[in-house]
């Protein structure tokens, strides 16, 4: 493999905390942000989802300043930032939030690199689903009320356009997508980006998807999504028998990554390397999980990264609390790992499947969890499926975490891992 | 309605898209460009307007607008 990277900087947005430090105490805490909501498009149903509420891009950049660690943020970056927000839909401000959290965090105001050796990798696809409905109304009333952004806005790579502008990025930027795994794609192609030398230093932003009535329905009707039950909310519930579907969670995470190399140069601390990751297809159009092919993938991870099997001390798992891709993952793990050492939990239980997103807000989990030295509750498992592995139950585990691996796995036959390592 | 009604919703949706302006700084002697407008901040003006005063111009209509008070005088012609 080419020279080491490394993550230098972490961002978050989502419904337990709007930044990392606050993201972090609700992951201590095993806080869950699912909430009972009611469906407009459909006669006002109950629904599950963990939704972002009360943010405000103004507000989130005071709260910037001061926070620990994080380089203050300077009035003209302050105000480039809101200059690009300013007129975007909220999947948008919250990502400039996050990248900017991460860019802080990197030191890149104080300790700059040249605009066009930075890049960004936007994870996601479908992004604007609720974005066009919400529209679609006006259009039918008068298309010339459409918003005046709406032909840049109802494209994904808006997410590219307005962080570079806001940041000034210059260098190579996409949109990448993976399904469920498009979190881990960017990060994998940012990190790729940084060993051909493309870039010096990358985002990768896993990007928020928020679900049209349509597609939430559809989803419903593959049978994937968990309902309510009564007011009660149980679920979602990984690992656990009584498990009963996945609940969309809106959340937006960024991570800074570059060469262990040019952190070093450039004096940023690593919080962790990036030493291995992989994706493997199944070659398979529907939703179905293979067992062989999330082994492969984390296989080819483990390999790649130099590290056996055995090596492995939490596995922050893609597990999505439906049954068949739960088990999956859990036989896929036998086979990779060995051993029931490895502590295994899953962040949606916290924040539910956030989608587009999930691979970078799980990373970023699993990095603060490997630096704060605790692996975080999933709070409603009682009575874990499966035998024989060491499943975090509701209260958070306290130990070191030297090698992790965090997986994310996507409709369409889409496998990923991550292996870091201690910096 | 009258101009000053007219300039009163210009001036509205012009704060509205532009943060940084104040609305003591929105004259009707003025211009967007020199209020610091793109050309993206001014079709987004110019839609929310012809929405608040209910009115539809085309595209077209705009090749001679290139103040507030050219701007005004057009929508008072359709509201």
């Not at chain 1, 990248?99 to 030191?107: G, K, N, V, Y």
């Not at chain 2, 929105?26 to 209910?54: C, H, K």
Request: some cysteine; glycine content about 10%; aromatic content about 4%.
């Amino acid at each position: 493999m080419t020279e080491p990277v490394v993550v230098t900087g972490l961002g978050i947005v989502s419904p337990i905390g709007m930044d990392v430090a606050s993201f972090t105490r609700s992951l201590r805490a095993g806080r869950c942000g699912v909430e009972v909501v009611t469906d407009p498009a459909h006669d006002d149903e109950p629904a599950l989802l963990a939704p972002l509420v009360g943010f405000d891009l103004a507000t989130a950049l005071d709260g910037l300043d001061g926070l620990d660690g994080l380089a203050g943020l300077k009035p003209e970056l302050r105000r480039e930032v809101l200059r690009a927000g300013h007129r975007s839909p909220i999947t948008i401000q919250a990502a400039l939030s996050a990248a900017t959290q991460a860019w802080l965090e990197a030191e890149l105001p104080t300790r700059p690199v040249p605009g066009d050796r930075v890049g960004i990798v936007v994870g996601g696809n479908n992004l604007t689903g609720a974005y066009a409905f919400d529209q679609y109304d006006t259009y039918l009333r008068e298309p010339m009320y459409l918003p005046a952004r709406y032909a840049l806005q109802v494209k994904d790579t808006d997410h590219v356009g307005t962080l570079s502008q806001a940041l000034g990025i210059t260098g190579e930027g996409y949109t990448v997508g993976a399904s469920s795994a498009s979190g881990n794609a960017a990060v994998m192609h940012a990190a790729r980006m940084i060993g051909c030398g493309a870039v010096d230093v990358c985002l990768a932003v896993g990007a928020m998807s928020r679900l049209d009535p349509p597609e939430r329905a559809a989803l419903a009707k593959l049978g994937v999504l968990a309902e309510p039950d009564g007011t009660e909310v149980e679920a979602p519930r990984p690992f656990d028998r009584e498990r009963s579907g996945f609940v969309p969670g809106e959340a937006v995470a960024c991570l800074v990554l570059e060469s262990r190399t040019g952190a070093r140069r450039r004096g940023s601390l690593p919080l962790v390397e990036l030493a291995g990751y992989a994706q493997a297809l199944d070659g398979n159009s529907l939703s179905d999980p293979s067992v062989a092919g999330e082994a492969r993938a984390m296989n080819t991870a483990l390999a790649q990264a130099g590290v056996s099997g055995c090596r492995v001390d939490y596995v922050n798992a893609h597990a999505t609390a439906t049954p068949a891709g739960d088990d999956a993952e859990l036989a896929a793990l036998r086979r990779v790992l060995g051993t029931g050492r490895p502590w295994i939990n899953s962040t949606k239980a916290l924040v539910g499947h956030t989608l587009s997103a999930a691979g970078a807000v799980e990373a970023v989990a699993t990095v603060v969890q490997m630096r704060g030295g605790f692996i975080h509750p999933n709070p409603t498992l009682r009575h874990p499926v499966g035998d024989g592995y060491r499943l975090v139950g509701a209260t958070a585990v306290e130990t070191t975490i030297d090698c992790a691996l965090s997986n994310s796995f996507g409709f369409g036959g889409f496998n990923s891992c991550l292996v870091m390592l201690r910096a | 309605m009258n101009e000053h009604e007219v300039f009163e919703v210009v001036r509205d949706k012009t704060v509205e898209v532009l943060p940084e302006v104040a609305p003591a700084e929105v004259s009707i002697d003025g211009s967007l460009v020199d209020l610091g407008a793109n050309s993206i901040d001014r079709v987004d003006i110019v839609t929310l307007s012809m929405e608040e005063l209910g009115v539809t111009i085309p595209p077209t209509e705009f090749a001679d607008v290139k103040d507030l008070r050219s701007l005004v005088t057009l929508l008072e012609r359709y509201a």
